[in-house]
């Protein structure tokens, strides 16, 4: 076995190179279900100097590309309900937290002071 050339390795990359622009268009219409489709398009098309109706196309396709990531990840809600008081602003609070007792930390250079 050889080693791949340079247009090689980008054909690779981008396998969808070579198509015409309504060619991929039309991909990713046949393909409006996969995720994996709609992601290689949307990329390949970034690349390509695109027309009005191209770049609205691409618009679409990348609307639906999102649409594919929300339903498959759903995001969990962060909406807290009020309390039934305020925090007491003088308590007893931890000098050292959960995270930092475990050995976390966080710092200018990535490590902070132990």
């Known amino acids: 076995m050889g080693t791949m050339t340079s247009d090689q390795n980008e054909v690779k990359q981008r396998p ?3 198509r015409w622009k309504d060619e991929l268009i039309r ?4 393909n409006w279900d996969s995720l994996g489709h709609l992601a290689l398009v949307a ?3 970034e690349y390509r100097k695109l027309r009005q109706r191209h770049r609205d ?7 639906r590309r999102d649409e594919l990531i ?3 990840f759903r995001w969990m809600q962060a909406n807290a309900q009020p309390g039934a008081s ?3 602003l003088e308590a007893n609070w931890p000098q050292v937290g959960v995270l930092k007792h ?3 930390t966080t710092g200018q250079n990535g490590r902070g002071d132990s």
């Open 27 to 30: 991909e990713a219409e046949e």
């Open 86 to 88: 305020a925090l007491p």
């Open 16 to 18: 969808f190179l070579n």
């Open 70 to 72: 929300d339903a498959w």
């Open 102 to 104: 475990m050995g976390y």
């Open 43 to 45: 990329t390949e098309l």
């Open 57 to 63: 196309a691409r618009v679409r396709i990348v609307a």
